[in-house]
Protein backbone atom coordinates (compact mmCIF):
# COMPACT_ATOMS: atom_id res chain seq x y z
CA UNK A 1 0.00 0.00 0.00
CA UNK A 2 1.66 3.14 -1.04
CA UNK A 3 0.35 6.46 0.64
CA UNK A 4 1.79 10.22 0.25
CA UNK A 5 2.63 11.74 3.48
CA UNK A 6 4.17 14.79 4.86
CA UNK A 7 5.39 15.45 8.38
CA UNK A 8 4.50 19.11 9.82
CA UNK A 9 6.27 21.07 12.25
CA UNK A 10 5.79 24.63 13.90
CA UNK A 11 9.17 25.49 15.38
CA UNK A 12 10.40 28.78 17.70
CA UNK A 13 13.43 30.98 16.66
CA UNK A 14 14.74 28.51 19.24
CA UNK A 15 14.58 24.87 20.09
CA UNK A 16 15.38 21.56 21.76
CA UNK A 17 18.67 20.63 19.47
CA UNK A 18 18.26 17.13 20.64
CA UNK A 19 14.51 16.84 20.21
CA UNK A 20 15.17 18.46 16.36
CA UNK A 21 17.62 15.71 15.88
CA UNK A 22 15.51 12.43 17.19
CA UNK A 23 12.70 13.70 15.23
CA UNK A 24 14.72 13.95 11.98
CA UNK A 25 16.62 10.81 12.43
CA UNK A 26 13.30 8.95 12.55
CA UNK A 27 11.63 11.25 9.61
CA UNK A 28 14.18 10.58 7.03
CA UNK A 29 14.91 6.84 8.46
CA UNK A 30 10.73 6.44 7.54
CA UNK A 31 10.94 8.39 4.45
CA UNK A 32 8.63 11.08 5.70
CA UNK A 33 9.59 14.85 4.44
CA UNK A 34 9.30 17.53 6.91
CA UNK A 35 7.66 20.39 6.27
CA UNK A 36 8.68 23.26 9.09
CA UNK A 37 7.10 26.42 9.33
CA UNK A 38 8.80 29.39 11.50
CA UNK A 39 6.31 31.56 13.54
CA UNK A 40 5.16 32.85 16.72
CA UNK A 41 1.86 32.39 15.78
CA UNK A 42 1.50 28.38 16.30
CA UNK A 43 -2.63 28.42 14.57
CA UNK A 44 -1.78 30.07 11.87
CA UNK A 45 1.26 28.32 11.04
CA UNK A 46 -0.56 24.89 11.39
CA UNK A 47 -3.61 25.73 9.48
CA UNK A 48 -1.37 26.89 6.50
CA UNK A 49 0.58 23.80 6.44
CA UNK A 50 -2.69 21.81 6.43
CA UNK A 51 -3.81 23.89 3.44
CA UNK A 52 -0.74 23.43 1.48
CA UNK A 53 -1.02 19.67 2.26
CA UNK A 54 -4.68 19.50 0.78
CA UNK A 55 -3.76 21.52 -2.05
CA UNK A 56 -0.55 18.93 -2.65
CA UNK A 57 -2.93 16.34 -2.85
CA UNK A 58 -1.01 14.47 -0.14
CA UNK A 59 -2.82 11.33 1.61
CA UNK A 60 -1.84 11.69 5.28
CA UNK A 61 0.19 14.01 7.13
CA UNK A 62 1.64 13.87 10.66
CA UNK A 63 1.61 16.76 13.17
CA UNK A 64 4.98 16.87 15.13
CA UNK A 65 5.74 18.77 18.09
CA UNK A 66 8.97 20.13 18.68
CA UNK A 67 9.56 18.49 22.22
CA UNK A 68 8.18 15.52 21.49
CA UNK A 69 10.78 12.37 20.39
CA UNK A 70 9.80 9.13 19.01
CA UNK A 71 11.39 6.32 17.06
CA UNK A 72 11.30 5.59 13.34
CA UNK A 73 9.43 2.17 13.97
CA UNK A 74 6.57 4.18 15.95
CA UNK A 75 6.44 6.73 13.22
CA UNK A 76 6.16 3.26 10.73
CA UNK A 77 3.61 2.14 13.09
CA UNK A 78 1.57 4.84 13.32
CA UNK A 79 1.28 5.64 9.34
CA UNK A 80 0.74 2.01 9.09
CA UNK A 81 -2.00 1.45 11.88
CA UNK A 82 -4.12 5.13 10.21
CA UNK A 83 -3.69 3.51 6.71
CA UNK A 84 -4.45 0.03 7.62
CA UNK A 85 -7.81 0.35 10.13
CA UNK A 86 -8.66 3.59 6.97
CA UNK A 87 -8.79 5.70 10.46
CA UNK A 88 -9.58 9.43 10.39
CA UNK A 89 -6.85 10.23 12.81
CA UNK A 90 -4.91 8.59 15.26
CA UNK A 91 -2.71 10.37 17.69
CA UNK A 92 0.19 8.62 19.86
CA UNK A 93 0.15 7.81 23.30
CA UNK A 94 2.20 10.88 25.12
CA UNK A 95 2.27 12.41 28.72
CA UNK A 96 1.68 15.97 29.74
CA UNK A 97 4.47 17.33 31.53
CA UNK A 98 4.58 17.49 34.89
CA UNK A 99 1.83 15.80 36.29
CA UNK A 100 2.29 12.70 33.86
CA UNK A 101 -2.13 12.87 32.58
CA UNK A 102 -2.43 11.67 29.15
CA UNK A 103 -2.69 13.79 26.52
CA UNK A 104 -5.42 12.95 25.54
CA UNK A 105 -9.92 12.92 26.30
CA UNK A 106 -13.06 11.30 26.61
CA UNK A 107 -16.12 13.18 27.61
CA UNK A 108 -17.51 11.63 30.23
CA UNK A 109 -14.77 9.36 30.73
CA UNK A 110 -11.76 9.26 33.39
CA UNK A 111 -10.55 5.64 32.51
CA UNK A 112 -10.48 3.19 29.78
CA UNK A 113 -10.00 -0.26 29.05
CA UNK A 114 -7.67 -1.24 26.51
CA UNK A 115 -7.81 -4.61 24.38
CA UNK A 116 -4.62 -3.38 22.05
CA UNK A 117 -6.26 -1.57 19.43
CA UNK A 118 -6.62 2.02 19.39
CA UNK A 119 -9.28 4.04 21.70
CA UNK A 120 -11.57 6.67 20.22
CA UNK A 121 -11.21 10.08 21.89
CA UNK A 122 -12.49 13.66 21.60
CA UNK A 123 -9.63 15.86 21.57
CA UNK A 124 -5.68 14.94 21.76
CA UNK A 125 -2.65 16.47 20.98
CA UNK A 126 0.23 17.31 17.84
CA UNK A 127 3.39 16.24 19.36
CA UNK A 128 2.54 12.81 16.96
CA UNK A 129 -0.69 12.54 15.37
CA UNK A 130 -1.47 10.93 11.94
CA UNK A 131 -4.53 12.53 10.22
CA UNK A 132 -6.29 11.40 6.83
CA UNK A 133 -5.89 14.52 4.50
CA UNK A 134 -9.09 14.24 2.81
CA UNK A 135 -10.86 14.59 5.99
CA UNK A 136 -10.35 17.77 6.50
CA UNK A 137 -12.75 18.91 3.43
CA UNK A 138 -15.95 18.94 5.65
CA UNK A 139 -14.27 20.35 8.67
CA UNK A 140 -15.63 24.18 8.99
CA UNK A 141 -12.73 26.83 9.41
CA UNK A 142 -10.53 28.21 11.15
CA UNK A 143 -9.48 25.14 11.83
CA UNK A 144 -7.26 26.26 14.76
CA UNK A 145 -8.50 29.37 17.50
CA UNK A 146 -7.54 29.84 20.67
CA UNK A 147 -10.69 31.18 22.62
CA UNK A 148 -10.67 33.21 26.12
CA UNK A 149 -12.79 31.82 29.13
CA UNK A 150 -16.37 33.22 29.67
CA UNK A 151 -14.70 36.64 31.21
CA UNK A 152 -12.70 37.12 28.40
CA UNK A 153 -9.27 35.75 30.76
CA UNK A 154 -6.88 33.11 29.84
CA UNK A 155 -7.65 30.86 32.55
CA UNK A 156 -9.58 27.36 32.91
CA UNK A 157 -12.26 27.12 30.90
CA UNK A 158 -10.71 28.79 27.79
CA UNK A 159 -10.06 26.81 24.59
CA UNK A 160 -6.92 26.56 23.14
CA UNK A 161 -6.37 26.09 19.31
CA UNK A 162 -5.28 22.30 19.24
CA UNK A 163 -8.55 21.79 21.45
CA UNK A 164 -11.18 23.74 19.01
CA UNK A 165 -9.11 21.69 16.05
CA UNK A 166 -10.35 18.65 17.81
CA UNK A 167 -13.50 19.78 18.10
CA UNK A 168 -14.55 21.12 14.36
CA UNK A 169 -12.87 17.45 13.73
CA UNK A 170 -15.31 15.79 15.83
CA UNK A 171 -18.10 18.24 14.48
CA UNK A 172 -17.82 17.62 11.22
CA UNK A 173 -18.30 13.75 11.48
CA UNK A 174 -14.69 12.55 12.14
CA UNK A 175 -13.17 10.33 14.43
CA UNK A 176 -10.03 10.49 16.44
CA UNK A 177 -8.29 7.87 18.20
CA UNK A 178 -4.59 7.23 20.14
CA UNK A 179 -2.70 3.89 20.44
CA UNK A 180 -1.17 3.51 23.46
CA UNK A 181 0.91 0.86 22.02
CA UNK A 182 2.74 4.05 20.69
CA UNK A 183 4.07 5.73 24.03
CA UNK A 184 6.58 8.59 22.74
CA UNK A 185 8.80 10.82 24.59
CA UNK A 186 7.59 14.39 26.13
CA UNK A 187 10.74 16.27 26.46
CA UNK A 188 10.32 18.50 29.71
CA UNK A 189 12.74 20.92 31.75
CA UNK A 190 14.48 19.88 34.71
CA UNK A 191 16.81 21.48 37.32
CA UNK A 192 19.61 19.30 38.55
CA UNK A 193 21.26 20.28 41.69
CA UNK A 194 23.14 19.21 45.23
CA UNK A 195 20.38 19.56 48.27
CA UNK A 196 21.94 20.28 51.67
CA UNK A 197 23.58 16.59 52.10
CA UNK A 198 25.17 17.14 48.90
CA UNK A 199 22.92 14.64 47.09
CA UNK A 200 22.03 15.09 43.45
CA UNK A 201 18.40 16.31 43.11
CA UNK A 202 16.05 16.57 40.34
CA UNK A 203 13.42 19.98 40.68
CA UNK A 204 11.02 21.23 38.32
CA UNK A 205 11.55 24.86 37.23
CA UNK A 206 8.32 26.00 39.41
CA UNK A 207 10.43 23.73 42.56
CA UNK A 208 13.52 25.41 41.90
CA UNK A 209 11.81 28.71 42.18
CA UNK A 210 10.57 28.23 44.77
CA UNK A 211 13.18 26.69 46.76
CA UNK A 212 15.58 29.75 45.48
CA UNK A 213 12.98 32.03 47.12
CA UNK A 214 12.40 29.92 50.33
CA UNK A 215 16.21 30.11 50.82
CA UNK A 216 16.58 34.09 50.04
CA UNK A 217 13.59 34.79 52.88
CA UNK A 218 15.46 32.75 55.38
CA UNK A 219 18.29 34.73 54.64
CA UNK A 220 16.39 38.30 54.70
CA UNK A 221 14.19 37.22 57.82
CA UNK A 222 10.86 38.15 55.82
CA UNK A 223 9.24 34.46 56.10
CA UNK A 224 8.66 32.58 59.50
CA UNK A 225 7.24 29.60 56.87
CA UNK A 226 10.00 29.60 54.90
CA UNK A 227 12.42 27.39 56.79
CA UNK A 228 9.56 24.60 56.20
CA UNK A 229 8.91 25.30 52.71
CA UNK A 230 12.95 25.03 52.50
CA UNK A 231 12.94 21.65 53.82
CA UNK A 232 10.28 19.94 51.87
CA UNK A 233 11.28 21.41 48.46
CA UNK A 234 14.94 20.59 49.37
CA UNK A 235 14.13 17.25 49.74
CA UNK A 236 13.01 16.39 46.31
CA UNK A 237 9.67 16.18 47.67
CA UNK A 238 7.87 19.64 45.24
CA UNK A 239 6.73 22.86 46.77
Not at 129 to 151: E, G, I, R
Not at 183 to 212: C, N, S
Request: aromatic share 10%; proline share 3%; charged share 25%.
Amino acid sequence: MEVKVRGLMTCPRHEITYARTVIEQATRAVGVPLAVSLGVFYHQQMQRMFEAAVKDEIDYIITIDGDSVFTAAQLHKLIATTAMKDLDALASFQCKRGNGDVLAFKAGSNKAQWSGDPLEVDVAHFGLTCLKVSKLANVAKPWFVCKPDADGRWEEGRIDSDVWFWQQWKAAGNKLFVDPSIRIGHVEELVTMHDEDFKKQHYYPKDWDALMQAGLNVLEGEDDTAIETLETVSSGQGA
